[in-house]
T-cell receptor, first 114, second 112 residues
Framework: SQKIEQNSEALNIQEGKTATLTCNYT??????LQWYRQDPGRGPVFLLL?????KEKRKERLKVTFDTTLKQSLFHITASQPADSATYLC?????????????FGGGTRLMVKP | NAGVTQTPKFQVLKTGQSMTLQCAQD?????MSWYRQDPGMGLRLIHY???????DQGEVPNGYNVSRSTTEDFPLRLLSAAPSQTSVYFC???????????FGPGTRLLVL
């Protein structure tokens, strides 16, 4: 069955540095991949969607890459700020790319220290 | 737009009690979903709907019922609450397949 893996250990970085989070998946050939941000006590908020034919996508200080050969997506936050501290989730559609069933990774908590 | 709203925000139940978690969206989205989030488990899909009158099971449907009589509302019913259903529940909606999911603020449920 499909599996999504994100580093469950928190990532601690210094303000101003680039944060890089990883999302690995197995037994998948997804048509797209999404990244969400979740703050404590709140629901996830959509950040970026990248499709299988896109190698890279950017939005302000955010950059997402999608390597379908490695079955991996990298999520970068450049010039990180303490306000970027949150849990970041990746999500993929089911293996048959049909239906409404996004599958989420467990998320990686990012802590940006001033 | 209010987006996706959920009530209540917090609920305490005794084992065996039943209750309904409410979810509503005002974006005219066809797709709606219910997830539960537990520490170390991530978000897991309970039930989902691709339109009024159409529902289907997700990864962890046991102990939960849903119905979708209108586009706006997608209530989640716990038939007989168990301590294992202690969790945070999120409702989400999306316009169509492959699009962004919009999440509600969540309902924190404690079953004693």
């Amino acid at each position: 069955s499909q599996k999504i893996e994100q580093n469950s250990e928190a990532l601690n970085i210094q303000e101003g540095k680039t944060a890089t989070l990883t999302c690995n998946y197995t037994n998948y050939s997804p048509a797209y991949l999404q990244w969400y941000r979740q703050d404590p006590g709140r629901g996830p908020v959509f950040l970026l969607l990248i499709r299988e034919n896109e190698k890279e996508k950017r939005k302000e200080r955010l950059k997402v890459t999608f390597d379908t050969t490695l079955k991996q997506s990298l999520f970068h936050i450049t010039a990180s700020q303490p306000a970027d501290s949150a849990t970041y989730l990746c999500a993929l559609p089911p293996n048959n790319n049909a239906g409404n069933m996004l599958t989420f990774g467990g998320g990686t908590r990012l802590m940006v220290k001033p | 737009n209010a987006g996706v709203t959920q009530t209540p925000k917090f609920q305490v139940l005794k084992t065996g009690q039943s209750m309904t978690l409410q979810c509503a969206q005002d974006m005219n989205h066809e797709y709606m979903s219910w997830y539960r989030q537990d520490p170390g488990m991530g978000l897991r899909l309970i039930h989902y709907s691709v339109g009024a009158g159409i529902t289907d099971q997700g990864e962890v449907p046991n102990g939960y019922n849903v119905s979708r009589s209108t586009t706006e509302d997608f209530p989640l019913r716990l038939l007989s609450a168990a301590p294992s259903q202690t969790s945070v529940y999120f409702c989400a909606s999306q316009e169509s397949w492959g699009e962004t999911q919009y999440f509600g603020p969540g309902t924190r449920l404690l079953v004693l």
